[in-house]
């Protein structure tokens, strides 16, 4: 995913909905990049590692790669690690900052209104201890992908569709600090991370031996264990993510067939349009129309 951000103010019915986005994005810091990136965000989200901010809503980071660190006036410096969620209170100082060496990548979303003060007045995410460890979640990082697409394409609602959104992200980070880390197995984290990895390359050509090495996994373990634990093998993983992808973007974007036949990881718009209508009985073009031809 390319760097996006967008800041958005709450109108008299978002407040009356009881929770409104007020921000969500994506930035990828790179080693020695200068960080925070004060010059894409507004006056009342900027801040210096020295200052420090306080913010008048709440806001979820997720750190998907990458490291730093992390204090706040109730939490000690603490380090963050990759696949960290971190939760900024309304009203709290907090300062942070991805390692020098290393950078991260981060998703976030600010959101306000009184029934998220209640969430998070009522001790569902500590204060003192703002973090849960969810590792690299294919499922969160998926709810991220949504929430930005529907903020991006702006479709009518969609403050309340990001609302719903952002429901799901906080039940699903609530249940997952309920839960024990320790019941999924080392093989499950690795397919997990797979997943994740997976999902954020669909753009690039993915050598999924590679992969398997990095992982580290022989190559017939890993098609084995993920085609067991996730009911398909890795490259029917891969080809549907891409074509739910482009099926995504015909529905909801003014990008171009052969445009989105790059962004999805497709090496030629002919070999897209086989794959697509052999999916869903109609060509990209025909799809994207609603016509009933072929």
Not at 257 to 273: C, D, K, L
Request: charged fraction near 20%.
């Amino acid at each position: 995913m390319n760097d996006y951000c967008k800041y958005m103010s709450g109108t008299l019915v978002e407040e009356k909905w009881g929770l409104y986005v007020d921000t969500a994005g994506f930035s990828k810091v790179y080693p020695h990049q200068h960080y925070p990136k004060n010059y894409e965000h507004p006056s009342s989200h900027t801040f210096s590692w020295n200052k420090g901010r306080v913010l008048r809503g709440h806001q979820l980071i997720y750190v998907s790669r990458g490291g730093g660190v992390f204090e706040s006036e109730f939490a000690d410096p603490i380090e963050i690690t990759e696949g960290t969620c971190m939760f900024l209170h309304a009203g709290v100082w907090h300062r942070y900052k991805p390692d020098t060496n290393s950078g991260w990548d981060e998703y976030w979303i600010g959101f306000n209104g009184n029934y998220a003060n209640e969430l998070m007045r009522n001790d569902f995410f500590n204060v003192k201890y703002p973090f849960i460890k969810i590792g690299l979640s294919s499922e969160l990082l998926n709810l991220f992908h949504k929430l930005i697409e529907t903020v991006q394409t702006a479709p009518s609602g969609y403050q309340q569709i990001s609302a719903g959104i952002t429901l799901q992200i906080l039940g699903y980070l609530y249940s997952a600090s309920l839960s024990n880390d320790t019941d999924r197995s080392p093989i499950g984290r690795l397919i997990e991370k797979a997943k994740f990895l997976l999902q954020e390359s669909l753009e690039k050509h993915i050598d999924l031996e590679k992969m398997a090495r990095e992982l580290p996994m022989g190559y017939s373990s890993f098609r084995k264990e993920f085609k067991r634990l996730t009911g398909e093998p890795p490259n029917q993983f891969v080809l549907n993510l891409r074509l739910n992808r482009a099926k995504y973007l015909l529905e909801n974007s003014t990008l171009s067939i052969n445009e989105i036949a790059q962004q999805t990881g497709f090496e030629s718009v002919y070999y897209f349009s086989k794959l697509f209508k052999k999916r869903n009985g109609k060509s990209p073009k025909f799809y994207r129309n609603g016509d009933a031809g072929f």
